[in-house]
């Protein structure tokens, strides 16, 4: 017959065999404060990095069970290595963005608990009256840095600059109005025809007191990233210029108005 052991004697072989793992059983603070370092990259959707070249973009990271802001500052530095973002294939778990000069933003956030988080993007910085806006939650854990790639948030959009008319906005009646305009992706990175990043449809429209008066086609002029047209004679007044970049495969579209006087 087994003899029958008691819980004490198991407790007694359990505390002395050799097979079963260490545990710590030190006390932990719930409130111990452990610095947590975090990595955020802003990309433009199938492009580049956003950063200093269009002014950098915002990063601010909130608790969001209190609205308190964690942490904030600029997302800023170079667009990253063309080859190896479009054109290099890529598997799973490579390391994208983490290069040298690559625009980044980097904090460390004092942690004591799991926190779940908000990472919002605002920018580009240098195109106040265009600028594109998305935010990722998650959940950050005291002492489980997340470098690397870190978090990555993307954007939408296209970037104009209105060449042509000038800065006076002010023309002619009369005149046939002569439009020029520069069309980048939110990276800075240039388009056109034969580039790595295209516009399918680029248009200029003047609007009066609500009501589209003329929308004419903008084709490439011949120089990166710039379209123009020449739009109908227009008596005096004052109207709209609106500029607009579409290319809906890529879900990626952006618009500039400015306010035009012809006498």
């Not at 087994?2 to 097979?19: H, K």
């Not at 935010?135 to 470098?147: F, N």
């Not at 003329?214 to 609106?242: C, I, K, N, W």
Request: hydrophobic fraction near 40%; proline fraction near 6%.
């Amino acid at each position: 017959m087994r003899p029958i052991l008691t819980f004490a004697a198991l407790a007694l072989l359990v505390g002395c065999g050799g097979s079963r793992p260490a545990v710590n059983s030190a006390p932990v603070s719930a409130s111990t404060v452990v610095p947590t370092r975090l990595v955020v990259h802003v990309v433009t959707h199938d492009a580049k990095l956003i950063g200093s070249a269009v002014g950098g973009v915002q990063i601010t990271v909130r608790e969001v069970s209190t609205d308190r802001i964690l942490a904030t500052g600029l997302h800023e530095g170079a667009t990253g290595d063309t080859k190896r973002l479009m054109e290099t294939p890529r598997a799973r778990g490579d390391r994208l963005f983490t290069t040298s000069d690559g625009a980044r933003f980097a904090t460390t956030i004092p942690l004591s608990s799991a926190t779940l988080v908000e990472v919002t993007a605002e920018g580009p910085l240098g195109y106040p009256d265009q600028m594109a806006r998305t935010s990722k939650r998650l959940m950050l854990v005291p002492g489980r840095d997340l470098t690397g790639d870190g978090l990555v948030l993307e954007m939408h959009g296209f970037i104009i600059d209105l060449l042509t008319p000038d800065s006076s906005l002010t023309v002619s009646a009369g005149e046939r109005l002569t439009v020029r305009a520069r069309v980048r992706m939110l990276c800075s990175c240039p388009t056109g025809p034969d580039a790595l990043w295209k516009v399918n449809d680029v248009r200029a429209r003047l609007i009066r007191d609500g009501v589209v008066l003329h929308d004419v086609v903008m084709p490439y002029a011949g120089t990166t990233s710039e379209y123009g047209a020449v739009l109908p004679e227009v008596s005096a007044g004052q109207y709209t210029l609106e500029i607009v970049g579409a290319s809906p495969d890529i879900a990626t579209f952006g618009a500039l108005r400015r306010t035009l006087t012809v006498r």
